[in-house]
């Protein structure tokens, strides 16, 4: 499938990317010169703070354990409430429960969840999530502060099918520390649910359309968990479709064949887009 799409009349005409965790608006390089050649406007909102380079970062991360959720839907509401057309929004990993709590808001024409954190009540944790989350979940005190991987933890959550050497020029150039109290809520959220802060009413008829993609060899949010956050939208009547690409990681915004990626992810999203409302026009 190749994206040939470019926006059409009173459809979107803005993509906004948003970005998972142990990532920045930097993972989404590739992506925003592809989508712009296509005559998109691309956003590509960074948490708030996320505004410097990795490397600034990195260098003084401190902050970045004292962000919220609410904080953070907050900036993206704000961008999106912006755009004149509803955008199609496109989110990895923690980016892509964002994108469903976003949706559930009533923001944007569709939405496309890539590698998904999942959304509260779904539980289903496989070992290798478990493995991969460890270093995060380990330590309870951690909660407050920061989640940080090592190199050899980043290349077992991130770049499993990538060599050694591959996965460290991709650390280098992406990673920086997490909001420990992202990663510690949504694990609480699975052992204690109850409108958390990634609770989305999976009833909602009225949301715009949602595709799920999933990695067959991402490790860290796999895509058993992935197809079974879209199972929990079965009651709705709004569009809620999965995907998966067997031989992905969740490094898939960025591995090589990304492009195959982001091809499927505008082509449905155009497909499906909820038509923007008719605009009133002023009476005297």
Do not use: C
Not at 84 to 107: A, K, N, T
């Amino acid at each position: 499938m190749s994206a040939t799409n470019t926006p059409v009349a009173a459809g979107p005409d803005t993509i906004v990317l948003v970005h998972g965790l142990w990532m920045t608006p930097r993972s989404w390089e590739h992506w925003i010169a592809y989508y712009s050649d296509r005559g998109y406007q691309v956003l590509v909102p960074g948490y708030p703070g996320f505004e410097v380079e990795v490397e600034a970062l990195r260098a003084d991360p401190v902050f970045i354990a004292d962000l919220t959720v609410p904080t953070v839907l907050e900036h993206l509401e704000s961008v999106i409430g912006g755009v004149e057309r509803p955008p199609i929004i496109i989110g990895h990993s923690f980016g892509g429960v964002l994108v469903q709590i976003l949706l559930d808001r009533g923001y944007g024409a569709a939405g496309v969840a890539i590698n998904s954190v999942p959304a509260e009540n779904v539980t289903l944790t496989p070992p290798s999530q478990i493995k991969a989350l460890f270093p995060a979940l380990r330590n309870p005190a951690n909660r407050n502060k920061l989640a940080q991987f090592t190199p050899a933890e980043f290349h077992y959550a991130f770049t499993n099918t990538l060599s050694d050497e591959e996965s460290a020029k991709v650390y280098e150039r992406y990673y920086i520390p997490a909001p420990g109290r992202f990663v510690w809520d949504g694990a609480l959220a699975k052992l204690a649910p109850g409108r958390q802060q990634t609770y989305v009413n999976f009833r909602n008829d009225d949301r715009s359309p949602l595709l799920f993609i999933a990695g067959g060899k991402d490790n860290i949010m796999p895509a058993s968990v992935n197809e079974s956050n879209a199972r929990h939208y079965s009651h709705s009547r709004a569009v809620t479709d999965y995907y998966v690409f067997p031989e992905r990681t969740h490094y898939t915004v960025g591995e090589n064949g990304w492009e195959a990626v982001a091809d499927y992810a505008l082509d449905w999203a155009v497909r499906h887009a909820k038509p923007a409302p008719a605009k009133v026009s002023a009476t005297a």
